[in-house]
């Protein structure tokens, strides 16, 4: 089972693709991780793509799709896995099922974790960080006990500039430039699926396993 998971930053599709790849046994794969563990083992793809990265330069699309496809032909990806922020333009899903299907493979699944703009500025500017330990909390998911004060070290917490409602709605502005034509390339494909992320963790999970299959 190969899984795209698809949706705006703070839609918690990085979460539901945890949850898939343990309920079904499969490795959930996020670019990010693909990028440390190359680097880290001084690959000839990591060496690439740490060049352009200590430029601060965005990684080409030729090699993020060399990365990932070196990753899915890994022995432990060999019944499935989830794509978690792969692939965030069109070029990169086209390169993706060239190089799948060139090696006989295709995805199975893209699906897109929906959650309203409104409602992602609220959540996301709800987070607070804690300036000493660095714990998280949310204002009305996850609240301390005394308003303003970290649990862990009793520090004060702060809203991140990255959890700021103007940052947020930049990154979502880029998101759907970018990635929201991908919406239309997989249902296109015939295999994208929509999920309502505004509703409750786990009932979130259940309406992916329903799409699924238990």
């Known amino acids: 089972m190969k899984i795209i998971m698809l949706g705006a930053p703070g ?6 693709a945890k949850k898939i790849a343990a309920k079904y046994n499969i490795p959930h794969i996020s670019t990010g991780d693909i990028f440390r563990a190359n680097i880290k083992n001084g690959t000839e793809l990591g060496k690439k793509a740490k060049t352009y990265m200590d430029q601060g330069l965005l990684v080409p699309d030729e090699l993020v799709v060399d990365l990932v496809v070196d990753r899915v032909n890994q022995e432990d990806c060999k019944d499935g896995y989830v794509l978690d922020g792969f692939p965030r333009t069109i070029p990169q899903a086209e390169a ?6 060139d ?3 295709k ?5 897109d974790v929906n959650v309203p703009d409104e409602n992602i500025v609220r959540r996301m500017s709800g987070r607070r960080a804690c300036v000493g330990c660095g ?4 204002l009305v998911y ?3 006990k005394e308003e303003g004060i970290c649990d862990v070290c009793g520090k004060e917490l702060i809203l991140r500039d990255d959890d700021k409602p103007e940052t947020v709605q930049k990154r979502l502005n880029v998101y759907h430039e970018q990635t929201q034509p991908l919406i239309d390339y997989y249902a296109k494909a015939g295999i994208l ?3 309502d992320g ?6 979130v999970f259940k309406a992916v396993t329903d799409i699924l299959g238990a």
């Open 11 to 16: 839609a918690g599709k990085g979460t539901q």
């Open 107 to 111: 995805m199975d699944y893209a699906i």
């Open 193 to 195: 699926r929509e999920v």
């Open 142 to 144: 996850a609240p301390t």
């Open 103 to 105: 090696m006989g493979q």
């Open 198 to 203: 505004t509703i409750d963790i786990e009932d």
């Open 135 to 138: 714990a998280t909390y949310h």
């Open 96 to 101: 993706l099922d060239k190089a799948l299907g």
